[in-house]
DNA sequence: AACAGTTTTTTAAACGACCATTCAAGATTC
DNA sequence: GAATCTTGAATGGTCGTTTAAAAAACTGTT
């Protein structure tokens, strides 16, 4: 119990550094020296615990899969009507822990590598035809059928425009304010 | 005069072998050797027009926004209202010349990297500034004071998130539909 | 508490591969 | 014959991964 504990923290530990890592320097060009650095440890303790670098950035993107994925179904528990439900899609993406300027700027770099990795590309096919089923299942029950398709794709490219943009900011992102922007634009939307 | 043709003729068919070659191999991990071959040249030879690798990407990069901003220009002269002026800065995005997997895919890697190369941020902000100022120009005309800003955000951040799809996208894209598209958002936004 | 044996964790150093850039010599164009 | 263009080979450096050995953590026994 007690030694796979010590594999848990390491892992995060070493995840939490990677995000950072990547951050600074980029994704195409950050080492696993300066991973290991940033987390406190030698390069070859993360190939014990990863396996390889591809394992390591792997490991990551699951890593904040989940976190999306656990904000989106929290804010569905609560939410009741398909607006309140629209929203919480929204406010997923935006979640305080999720909406900064480090993991934008990670995402987005995953995102520009997906393509060329199988597995990366898999896990973001996943969690793209996820969001989308969910936008489709609430614009139905609000909109008549042939305005769903351009809402969704107008709504769906807004978050991940948003993002986009995020990634390039040089100050701290306001989670609060974006929430409220996304919300105007559904009402804009679904008046 | 034909010595300063040569060396344009060789520019633009290394940045065209480097647009096909970032796509095929992303731009963390393509050499030089792979460009010099997508274009039927050596490695050296790209050194001798271009200084370095990173002057061969500022290049493609400054390429690419040359070749959007004329698109756009071109769509403004012929539009006459707001309306068809706000369709002609989608329709620059999604011009038949532009609207590629690879030039789509390039530019998220570009955009991914831009905020590691300062030359290359700055490209990036010059871009962004100006066509968030077309945007909000003609809305300005279309809606109340109030409804501006929320407006230029979803069709700017919507842009940008079709072109990140874009990218990811397995099959040859559809210029006409992008527009299309476009062009329903639009008409979403502002009814 | 102390200890010896076992397993898990850590890292310094070595390895091997790869790559951007330079250079000098040759080819091509004027 | 001079200027421009091209490239094979050499250079110098970087980085991911492996390895072997040490350190630390744990276990059961006395």
Redesign the interface.
């Known amino acids: 119990m007690s030694r796979k504990r010590i594999r848990d923290i390491r892992n995060e530990e070493l995840i939490e550094a990677t995000i950072v890592a990547v951050h600074k320097?980029?994704?195409?060009?950050v080492t696993m020296a300066e991973i290991a650095r940033e987390a406190g440890a030698s390069a070859a303790s993360i190939n014990y615990y990863f396996g390889s670098k591809e394992g390591l950035m792997e490991a990551t993107m699951l890593h904040l899969l989940g976190k999306l994925r656990r904000a989106m179904s929290e804010g569905y528990a609560t939410a009741r009507t398909p607006r309140e439900r629209l929203y919480a899609v929204m406010d997923a993406n935006f979640a305080d822990g999720l909406f900064t300027v480090p993991q934008c700027?990670i995402w987005?770099?995953f995102?520009?590598?997906?393509?060329?990795s199988t597995r990366l590309?898999r896990l973001?096919r996943i969690n793209r035809a996820r969001v989308r089923s969910h936008f489709l299942a609430e614009l139905r029950a609000l909109l008549p059928a042939d305005?769903v398709e351009?809402?969704r794709?107008?709504l769906?490219?807004?978050?991940?425009?948003?993002w986009?943009?995020a990634?390039?900011s040089e100050e701290a992102l306001d989670p609060d304010e974006a929430r409220a922007?996304a919300h105007?634009?559904v009402d804009?939307?679904i008046p």
Chains 1, 2 share one sequence.
């Open positions: 320097r980029g994704y195409g060009v700027s987005m770099q995102w520009a590598n997906a393509p060329y590309s973001h305005r351009t809402a794709q107008a769906q490219c807004y978050m991940d425009g948003v986009l943009q990634a390039q922007a105007r634009v804009l939307v």
